[in-house]
Nanobody, 126 residues
Framework: QVQLVESGGGLVQAGGSLRLSCAAS????????MGWFRQVPGKEREFVAA????????LYANSVKGRFTISRDNAKNTVYLQMNSLKPDDTAVYYC???????????????????WGQGTQVTVSS
């Protein structure tokens, strides 16, 4: 079992930055692809970014490309999401997830992820 705990959310003005962290425990995540998703009330969970187990491959949603950066530190069993130039539309609960995948093609959907955190709220004011 892998337990995931997100942190770093909060209230920020438009144009500001936040860095989310996802700390894993229970098992090493070094063999897992890791993803960040977000969700607002009444809408489906939306893909934000993903990173391969080695960190050598990353994917981003078009809406965050160029503004967000996903990274990982397998020695610390932690994944990060650096969010810059934040917009009010980025307001959501952000979740990290871990999954063993054979190809990064599938990481933009929730299906391949076995473990999820409880989420951290990000609110961007205009």
């Amino acid at each position: 079992q892998v337990q995931l705990v997100e942190s770093g959310g909060g209230l920020v003005q438009a144009g500001g930055s936040l860095r989310l962290s996802c700390a894993a425990s229970g098992r090493s995540i070094s063999s897992y692809a890791m993803g960040w998703f977000r969700q607002v009330p009444g809408k489906e969970r939306e893909f934000v970014a993903a990173i391969s187990w080695s960190g050598g491959s990353t994917l981003y949603a078009n809406s965050v490309k160029g503004r967000f950066t996903i990274s990982r530190d397998n020695a610390k069993n932690t994944v990060y999401l650096q969010m810059n130039s934040l917009k009010p539309d980025d307001t959501a609960v952000y979740y990290c997830a871990a999954g063993r995948v054979q190809t990064m093609v599938v990481v933009t959907t929730t299906r391949p992820y076995d473990y999820w955190g409880q989420g951290t709220q990000v609110t961007v004011s205009s």
